[in-house]
T-cell receptor
Framework: RKEVEQDPGPFNVPEGATVAFNCTYS??????FFWYRQDCRKEPKLLMS???SGNEDGRFTAQLNRASQYISLLIRDSKLSDSATYLC???????????FGKGTHLIIQP | EAGVAQSPRYKIIEKRQSVAFWCNPI?????LYWYQQILGQGPKLLIQ????????DSQLPKDRFSAERLKGVDSTLKIQPAKLEDSAVYLC????????????FGQGTRLTVV
């Protein structure tokens, strides 16, 4: 079975700091990559897609390294509201759906 | 735009009982997923439908779990008989197509088996 691996944390980070997560995936045929955010007792929601060229959305930057099969997420100037679980998600070729990692728990401390 | 609707939100049953969950995806979404999320873990795919056909049910415990998608729209997931380890949140998600596209999740059904 295709796997997506993440460090579960928790990452305890002071407000205003920069934090980075990595995720590795085992299926080299994977075609699509995403970061989802999940708040406590809520459903996952898309944070951003991850493109081969990398992409940035405000304080969030995602990078993809296909050769090493890992994906990263960088959060700059972290806010208290960034506290959540960040799920790395990979979609394979064909009709494959979304495979989720176990998530990385982030706690931003005042 | 209405999101993915799921019911019930919460369910408590005794082991060996049966239970059913319902999902109504976003209108026009061809792909529907059922995920199981155990506390502290990421969502695990149980079954994926494309319209009313099953695309992937390799991780569905078929001896006790079943799912169907009526007319390619609504879907039900059933567990019979339930075990203690089935306690989890059952998430339904839908997307326009299966690959390379965002999946939208419902709020989930929190199942407790006692």
């Amino acid at each position: 079975r295709k796997e997506v691996e993440q460090d579960p944390g928790p990452f305890n980070v002071p407000e205003g700091a920069t934090v980075a997560f990595n995720c590795t995936y085992s299926n080299s045929a994977s075609q699509s990559f995403f970061w989802y955010r999940q708040d406590c007792r809520k459903e996952p929601k898309l944070l951003m897609s991850v493109y081969s060229s990398g992409n940035e959305d405000g304080r969030f930057t995602a990078q993809l390294n296909r050769a090493s099969q890992y994906i990263s997420l960088l959060i700059r100037d972290s806010k208290l509201s960034d506290s959540a679980t960040y799920l790395c998600v990979v979609s394979g070729g064909g009709a494959d759906g979304l495979t989720f990692g176990k998530g990385t728990h982030l706690i931003i401390q005042p | 735009e209405a999101g993915v609707a799921q019911s019930p939100r919460y369910k408590i049953i005794e082991k060996r009982q049966s239970v059913a969950f319902w999902c109504n995806p976003i209108s026009g979404h061809a792909t529907l997923y059922w995920y199981q999320q155990i506390l502290g873990q990421g969502p695990k795919l149980l079954i994926q439908f494309q319209n009313n056909g099953v695309v992937d049910d390799s991780q569905l415990p078929k001896d006790r779990f079943s799912a169907e998608r009526l007319k390619g729209v609504d879907s039900t997931l059933k567990i019979q008989p339930a075990k203690l380890e089935d306690s989890a949140v059952y998430l339904c998600a839908s997307s326009l197509v299966s690959r390379n596209t965002e999946a939208f999740f419902g709020q989930g059904t929190r199942l407790t088996v006692v």
